[in-house]
């Protein structure tokens, strides 16, 4: 896949704008849209053939569907956890920014039916993984256990100077229960916002070996490999990260090459609980 089909510049204007889609030739399943809105303005939308998971990356915004209406906020994706809804298919639904807003559509074909559900900071689940300079924080959206259809939507935060998806896995075939086919994208933020991130993607096969500088707002897609991400010293990283294939079940398999960090871990796990 070409670079430009990979790494996908922050896009600017207003409203709805599209990042990822199977129509542009991206991924097969997946979308992600910005939705950006100044203060004041709405927006009014439709799921259509899609569920999407909505997620307000910052401001103050009132959200209605399926008639019900929620406000949520959020200073910005670093110190705040975050609010969104999850839309199923065929679903109606209105944004009124009340501040400057921006918020990220993750979307994924299903069937119909389902119901709108509010996400909000107290039922998102929050996890620490890894240890030392590949420690991150994960705060999962929507997981297996959420009543979506194809979606797994989730954060990712990486402390300056820290490794994620690491060691390195990738999820490219159906191979249950060592690893599932599921294509993921990545959309950054980072702090502060002239720095970068290192997004490597690497396949067994050598098709894919690349090295991407991703900056502020850039969406890296992963139709296959693995496909760690390093912060440098100075800047912290941030990615909203958003799953789906023909299941939900998220079996993924490491890079033998590496995995032997899982043993290591765990030992500096262990050491660091003992008396």
């Known amino acids: 896949m070409l670079r430009e089909k990979l790494h996908v510049p922050l896009p600017e204007g207003t409203g709805r704008l599209p990042i990822v889609s199977p129509l542009l030739g991206h991924t097969q399943w997946l979308s992600a849209a910005l939705l950006r809105l100044e203060a004041g303005s709405e927006y009014e939308g439709e799921t259509g053939s899609e569920e999407t998971v909505a997620v307000l990356l910052v401001g103050i915004v009132e959200m209605e569907a399926d008639g019900k209406r929620f406000t949520g906020q959020r200073r910005d994706v670093f110190n705040d956890k975050a609010f969104g809804l999850y839309l199923p298919p065929a679903t109606k639904f209105r944004v009124r920014a009340q501040t400057f807003v921006e918020i990220a559509l993750m979307s994924a074909p299903a069937r119909q039916g389902g119901e709108v559900v509010v996400i909000t900071p107290d039922r998102i689940k929050s996890r620490s993984v890894g240890q030392f300079n590949w420690r991150r924080d994960i705060d999962d959206l929507v997981d297996a256990t959420f009543p979506a259809k194809r979606l797994l939507v989730g954060e990712t935060r990486n402390p300056p100077g820290n490794w994620s998806s690491y060691p390195p896995h990738k999820h490219e075939v159906e191979d249950p229960p060592f690893e599932a086919r599921l294509e993921e994208v990545y959309h950054f933020r980072i702090t502060p916002p002239n720095g970068f991130a ?23 897609v992963i139709p296959k490999g693995y496909h760690p991400v390093a912060a440098p010293p100075g800047y912290s990283v941030y990615y909203l990260w958003a799953l789906a294939g023909e299941g939900r079940r998220l079996f993924f398999r490491y890079d033998p090459r590496h995995a032997w960090v899982i043993g290591a871990e765990n030992i500096l796990r262990e050491t660091a609980q003992s008396p």
């Open 198 to 220: 290192v997004q490597l993607l690497y396949s067994d096969d050598g098709t894919l070996n690349d090295a991407v500088i991703v900056r502020d707002g850039d969406t890296i």
